[in-house]
Protein backbone atom coordinates (compact mmCIF):
# COMPACT_ATOMS: atom_id res chain seq x y z
CA UNK A 1 0.00 0.00 0.00
CA UNK A 2 2.80 2.17 0.59
CA UNK A 3 4.30 2.33 -2.41
CA UNK A 4 0.62 3.41 -3.97
CA UNK A 5 0.34 6.28 -1.45
CA UNK A 6 3.77 7.69 -2.40
CA UNK A 7 2.94 7.18 -6.21
CA UNK A 8 -0.03 8.72 -5.99
CA UNK A 9 1.44 11.62 -3.82
CA UNK A 10 4.07 11.85 -6.56
CA UNK A 11 1.80 12.15 -9.12
CA UNK A 12 -0.59 15.03 -7.88
CA UNK A 13 2.53 17.11 -6.58
CA UNK A 14 0.80 20.90 -7.77
CA UNK A 15 1.54 24.41 -6.00
CA UNK A 16 -1.11 24.84 -3.43
CA UNK A 17 -2.51 28.07 -5.64
CA UNK A 18 -3.60 26.05 -8.09
CA UNK A 19 -5.55 23.52 -6.51
CA UNK A 20 -9.06 24.48 -6.42
CA UNK A 21 -10.75 21.00 -5.03
CA UNK A 22 -9.17 18.75 -2.90
CA UNK A 23 -11.14 15.15 -2.34
CA UNK A 24 -13.24 14.85 0.52
CA UNK A 25 -11.90 11.39 1.65
CA UNK A 26 -9.68 10.59 4.08
CA UNK A 27 -5.66 10.27 2.93
CA UNK A 28 -2.17 11.66 3.40
CA UNK A 29 -0.66 14.29 2.20
CA UNK A 30 3.22 15.61 1.59
CA UNK A 31 3.84 19.25 1.41
CA UNK A 32 7.14 20.31 -0.65
CA UNK A 33 8.82 23.69 -0.95
CA UNK A 34 8.64 25.08 -4.76
CA UNK A 35 11.72 25.42 -7.24
CA UNK A 36 11.70 29.17 -6.03
CA UNK A 37 12.16 28.51 -2.38
CA UNK A 38 15.06 27.93 0.07
CA UNK A 39 14.09 26.85 3.40
CA UNK A 40 17.94 26.23 4.47
CA UNK A 41 18.28 23.58 6.00
CA UNK A 42 14.48 22.97 6.57
CA UNK A 43 14.14 22.36 2.55
CA UNK A 44 15.54 22.85 -0.55
CA UNK A 45 14.16 24.15 -3.87
CA UNK A 46 11.53 21.21 -4.75
CA UNK A 47 12.25 19.25 -1.30
CA UNK A 48 9.90 17.29 0.82
CA UNK A 49 9.51 19.03 4.38
CA UNK A 50 5.67 17.71 5.66
CA UNK A 51 4.31 14.62 5.05
CA UNK A 52 0.17 14.66 7.43
CA UNK A 53 -2.65 12.69 7.60
CA UNK A 54 -6.40 13.53 7.00
CA UNK A 55 -8.48 11.48 9.19
CA UNK A 56 -11.96 12.47 7.81
CA UNK A 57 -11.58 14.74 4.79
CA UNK A 58 -8.50 16.06 2.56
CA UNK A 59 -10.16 19.29 1.59
CA UNK A 60 -11.40 20.30 5.00
CA UNK A 61 -7.53 19.14 6.54
CA UNK A 62 -5.73 20.90 4.10
CA UNK A 63 -7.79 23.94 3.37
CA UNK A 64 -9.78 24.94 6.46
CA UNK A 65 -7.05 24.29 8.75
CA UNK A 66 -3.63 24.37 7.04
CA UNK A 67 -4.54 27.32 4.71
CA UNK A 68 -6.73 29.35 6.72
CA UNK A 69 -5.70 32.88 8.92
CA UNK A 70 -5.98 31.85 12.53
CA UNK A 71 -5.57 27.94 12.27
CA UNK A 72 -1.43 28.05 13.26
CA UNK A 73 -2.21 26.44 16.85
CA UNK A 74 -4.37 23.70 15.06
CA UNK A 75 -1.66 23.09 12.76
CA UNK A 76 2.13 21.92 13.53
CA UNK A 77 2.89 22.32 10.21
CA UNK A 78 1.86 26.44 10.30
CA UNK A 79 4.24 26.17 13.93
CA UNK A 80 6.39 24.85 12.18
CA UNK A 81 6.94 27.25 9.26
CA UNK A 82 6.24 30.28 11.73
CA UNK A 83 8.95 29.26 13.80
CA UNK A 84 11.12 29.03 10.40
CA UNK A 85 9.81 32.43 9.46
CA UNK A 86 9.43 34.15 12.36
CA UNK A 87 11.63 37.16 11.88
CA UNK A 88 11.64 37.36 7.89
CA UNK A 89 7.88 37.70 8.37
CA UNK A 90 8.13 39.64 11.66
CA UNK A 91 5.52 37.07 13.44
CA UNK A 92 4.38 37.23 17.13
CA UNK A 93 3.57 34.45 18.54
CA UNK A 94 0.72 34.05 21.22
CA UNK A 95 -1.43 31.92 22.75
CA UNK A 96 -4.25 30.13 20.38
CA UNK A 97 -6.93 29.97 23.28
CA UNK A 98 -8.98 33.17 24.34
CA UNK A 99 -10.09 32.04 27.45
CA UNK A 100 -7.70 33.61 30.21
CA UNK A 101 -7.28 30.21 32.27
CA UNK A 102 -5.90 28.14 29.54
CA UNK A 103 -2.60 28.76 28.06
CA UNK A 104 -0.97 25.97 25.85
CA UNK A 105 2.13 27.78 24.52
CA UNK A 106 2.81 24.53 22.89
CA UNK A 107 -0.29 25.19 20.53
CA UNK A 108 0.48 29.18 19.42
CA UNK A 109 -0.92 30.89 16.63
CA UNK A 110 0.28 34.67 15.59
CA UNK A 111 -1.10 37.46 15.75
CA UNK A 112 -3.78 38.31 12.77
CA UNK A 113 -1.22 40.42 10.34
CA UNK A 114 1.24 37.36 10.84
CA UNK A 115 -1.29 34.74 10.45
CA UNK A 116 -2.06 36.56 7.61
CA UNK A 117 0.98 36.67 6.27
CA UNK A 118 1.84 33.41 6.75
CA UNK A 119 -0.98 31.97 4.86
CA UNK A 120 0.35 33.89 1.86
CA UNK A 121 3.99 33.17 1.92
CA UNK A 122 2.69 29.16 2.04
CA UNK A 123 0.17 30.03 -0.89
CA UNK A 124 3.10 31.54 -2.96
CA UNK A 125 6.03 28.91 -1.72
CA UNK A 126 4.60 25.22 -0.90
CA UNK A 127 3.29 22.86 -3.63
CA UNK A 128 1.07 19.86 -2.53
CA UNK A 129 0.85 15.95 -3.08
CA UNK A 130 -2.34 13.76 -1.68
CA UNK A 131 -3.34 10.21 -2.12
CA UNK A 132 -7.22 10.21 -0.92
CA UNK A 133 -8.14 6.66 0.25
CA UNK A 134 -10.19 4.23 -1.86
CA UNK A 135 -11.60 2.63 1.10
CA UNK A 136 -12.68 3.49 4.42
CA UNK A 137 -9.41 2.71 6.76
CA UNK A 138 -9.19 2.69 10.85
CA UNK A 139 -7.41 6.03 12.44
CA UNK A 140 -4.54 3.75 13.25
CA UNK A 141 -4.44 1.86 10.24
CA UNK A 142 -4.27 5.40 8.41
CA UNK A 143 -1.38 6.49 10.93
CA UNK A 144 0.47 3.07 10.49
CA UNK A 145 0.40 4.30 6.88
CA UNK A 146 1.20 7.71 7.71
CA UNK A 147 4.17 6.23 9.55
CA UNK A 148 5.62 4.24 7.05
CA UNK A 149 5.57 6.92 4.22
CA UNK A 150 7.13 9.38 6.81
CA UNK A 151 10.04 6.98 7.22
CA UNK A 152 10.45 6.33 3.58
CA UNK A 153 10.21 10.03 2.68
CA UNK A 154 12.26 11.54 5.38
CA UNK A 155 10.21 15.31 5.59
CA UNK A 156 12.60 18.08 7.34
CA UNK A 157 9.40 19.24 9.27
CA UNK A 158 9.08 15.98 11.30
CA UNK A 159 8.31 15.97 14.88
CA UNK A 160 5.92 13.46 14.96
CA UNK A 161 6.22 12.01 18.29
CA UNK A 162 6.53 8.18 17.05
CA UNK A 163 9.11 9.40 13.57
CA UNK A 164 11.13 12.35 15.25
CA UNK A 165 13.95 10.52 16.12
CA UNK A 166 14.57 10.06 12.50
CA UNK A 167 14.64 13.42 12.17
CA UNK A 168 18.38 14.90 12.01
CA UNK A 169 16.70 18.51 11.78
CA UNK A 170 14.14 17.64 14.99
CA UNK A 171 16.24 19.42 17.65
CA UNK A 172 16.54 22.58 15.42
CA UNK A 173 13.37 22.87 14.39
CA UNK A 174 12.37 22.03 17.85
CA UNK A 175 14.50 25.39 19.27
CA UNK A 176 12.98 27.05 16.85
CA UNK A 177 9.17 26.41 18.14
CA UNK A 178 10.50 26.88 21.79
CA UNK A 179 11.04 30.64 21.02
CA UNK A 180 7.55 30.60 19.96
CA UNK A 181 6.44 29.71 22.64
CA UNK A 182 8.85 31.60 25.38
CA UNK A 183 6.65 34.51 23.61
CA UNK A 184 3.60 32.91 24.54
CA UNK A 185 4.65 32.42 28.03
CA UNK A 186 6.38 35.74 28.49
CA UNK A 187 3.37 37.90 27.27
CA UNK A 188 1.44 35.75 29.26
CA UNK A 189 2.94 36.06 32.48
CA UNK A 190 4.00 32.19 32.71
Known sequence: MMDDIVEAITKTIKPIKDFENLPNEMGIYAFYVDETTDLGIFGRKGQLIYVGI???????????????????????????????????????????????KKLRADKYKFD????????????????????????????????EEEEKVTIRLKPTLDLDKRTK??????????????ICRQEVKKNNQI
Do not use: C, V
Request: glycine share 6%; proline share 3%.
Open 54 to 100: AKKSLRSRDIETHFKNGQTGFSSLRRSLGAILKTKLELSAQKRDLNP
Open 112 to 143: KKGEAKLTAWMFENLKMGYWSSPNLLTNTRLR
Open 165 to 178: HLNPLAIQLNSLRK
